[in-house]
């Protein structure tokens, strides 16, 4: 058994004493679907877990996740995640197991779901210089530039982050400008994992991901016009 496998193994059971069998396994199936066998990761944890069958039975016929032969796929993200939280499940420990192409995908999904169009790793070139933003989203009026910060350890590094994402969303604005969208608002966002004292730096809003819903539904508070 590798290295790895015995870390998450031993996270799982830490899970299911603390928060109990239900969280647990929602870790256990995100785990498993990393794995090129899921089946026979899961079938180890089945005596410590013995929700875990029945879990993945609902999930399946939910349509979040879905079985090929013997490996799992998670279809739906971000309900799986919403889904893992409201059982339980710690977040540090949800997203520690995402890739951060996993954790942009994330993102981008809770996004859509608010009727925004998602454009994903959205490349542009303004004033001759040549720009990536994470997720643009676009709703009417309105553009969200949003970078992903899939950290662990936040330090100074967050502030200049948000200062780099301010320039890179008024090139954003000024390409779209360019480009002749008609629009009122641009909102520049910093997704990180967790809950931070600061809530702006440098005009960029901070969102930890389990409030991004929050920010979403209650956006017309927080109109920003470069």
Not at 64 to 70: A, Q, S, T, W
Not at 72 to 82: E, G, M, S, T
Not at 143 to 156: A, E, H, N
Not at 163 to 186: C, I, M, P, Q, S
């Amino acid at each position: 058994m590798m290295k790895e496998e015995k870390v998450i193994q031993w996270k799982i059971k830490a899970v299911t004493i603390t928060r109990g069998p239900k969280p647990a396994a929602y870790l256990a199936i995100l785990y498993s679907s990393k794995k090129e066998h899921s089946m026979e990761f899961l079938d180890k944890l089945v005596n410590m877990i013995p929700c875990l069958k029945t879990l993945l039975k609902s999930l399946i016929a939910n349509e979040i996740v879905f079985l090929d032969k013997d490996k799992v796929f998670i279809k739906d993200l971000a309900r799986f995640v919403y889904k893992a939280l409201d059982e339980g499940c710690p977040l540090e420990e949800v997203v520690e197991m995402l890739t951060w192409k996993e954790f942009e995908e994330l993102c981008s999904q809770v996004i859509s779901q608010y009727s925004y169009e998602v454009l994903r790793n959205f490349r542009f070139k303004i004033h001759g210089k040549r720009h990536e933003v994470d997720i643009v989203g676009i709703k009417s009026n309105i553009i969200l530039s949003v970078d992903c910060k899939q950290w662990f350890r936040l330090s100074g590094g967050i502030s200049k982050a948000a200062l780099k994402h301010w320039e890179r969303t008024t090139r954003l604005a000024d390409y779209f400008k360019y480009k002749g969208y008609k629009f009122n608002h641009v909102f520049p966002i910093l997704i990180v994992y967790k809950d931070l004292s600061t809530k702006v730096l440098y005009r960029t809003f901070i969102v930890p991901f389990h409030k991004l819903k929050k920010f979403l539904e209650e956006i017309d508070v927080y109109y920003v016009t470069l």
